[in-house]
């Protein structure tokens, strides 16, 4: 038996991402976990019309989405708690560009990816940017076999009902392939 | 000193779900994991427009969002090999129904949202659904505190760079609360 409550959002946990973005003529960095994959080649990121990163989105159509690994989860949480309007927090991380002159991205990130603007849907208090991914830098030692692999990236979950980041356990199974061993009530 | 790999979406580990929709008039469950949050209230489906799914989003304009756990593992990818289509998947779980007549929820998950479709963005070969949450049920066992505890949930993770499931692993930090452990440049 299931328990009513509300029209809650629940869908975590997301991954914990640092947003960079060229604000007034420098990088800035915000911890978000309000993303999402919109079409294979594009990432939404759903942010409170309130941030300062947003003037820079909407200025250079352009922003970066860096992920970070367990070991920075205290500067993760503070580049959540305090406003580029307050301090410069590209101060915090080495910045590097890649393909366009205003996506800084983060060095101490094992996977960086730079966007553009493709879209943004507007909603009452916040912006959703939709950006096509048009270059992805990753750190050599995250692959396996040619293959990205999560279980040497370590990355930062995040849940908003707890209010708690979370670790990446280990692997449970391989996708289009434990599912071959499920028997169907039809095969039964 | 980084690689570039190209233009790869590499946004994951996302959450994996069971999308659920009325099509043809029989409830039908899909597993996605290119989802996200738009804003607070609503959550995003990038879904590739051949799914069967999509006929019925788009026909009643709702859909539901649950959230499964790592025992349901086999048969969650099996409902992404096999299309609605060809086999009736309803059979394979318990169905039930809140506030909307058209946005199947599976007893078995922890977590069930059922949302009404608020936009699409068109997409080359996605649509990207975009629902408000209008209703969401858990599993009381799943609170601690009044709050959900995602510790108690064991959703499923996936990573496309690597088609794998994984586990969550144990809660890291506090959110708004390890970040003040930081020493700041500016403070130092």
């Known amino acids: 038996?299931?328990?009513?409550?509300?029209?809650r959002n629940c869908l975590y946990p997301l991954p914990t991402v640092l947003v960079g973005a060229q604000v007034n003529g420098r990088p800035n960095y915000i911890t978000?976990?309000?993303?999402?994959?919109?079409?294979?080649?594009?990432?939404?990121?759903g942010m409170n019309k309130k941030h300062y990163t947003n003037i820079g989105i909407k200025e250079n159509r352009s922003f970066s989405v860096?992920?970070?690994?367990?070991?920075?989860v205290k500067v993760v949480d503070?580049?959540?708690?305090?406003?580029?309007?307050?301090?410069?927090k590209s101060a915090l991380f080495k910045t590097f560009?890649?393909?366009?002159?205003?996506?800084?991205?983060?060095?101490?990130c094992p996977i960086c990816m730079e966007c553009e603007l493709v879209t943004?849907?507007?909603?009452?208090?916040?912006?959703?940017?939709?950006?096509?991914?048009?270059?992805?830098?990753?750190?050599?030692e995250a692959m396996t076999n040619g293959a990205l692999d999560f279980s040497k990236?370590?990355?930062i979950l995040f849940t908003m009902t707890d209010r708690s980041y979370y670790r990446v356990g280990e692997r449970l199974a391989k996708g289009w392939t434990i599912g071959k061993e499920f028997?169907?009530?039809k095969d039964r």
């Open 183 to 185: 028997k169907s009530p």
């Open 78 to 88: 503070y580049c959540g708690i305090v406003s580029g309007k307050n301090e410069d």
């Open 1 to 7: 038996m299931k328990k009513d409550i509300g029209g």
């Open 97 to 108: 560009y890649g393909k366009l002159a205003t996506a800084p991205m983060i060095e101490e």
């Open 120 to 140: 943004t849907v507007d909603f009452p208090n916040h912006d959703l940017f939709i950006g096509k991914v048009v270059a992805t830098y990753i750190d050599e």
């Open 153 to 155: 990236i370590h990355p």
């Open 66 to 72: 860096n992920i970070p690994q367990e070991s920075m």
């Open 32 to 45: 978000m976990a309000h993303v999402g994959i919109a079409d294979p080649d594009s990432i939404s990121l």
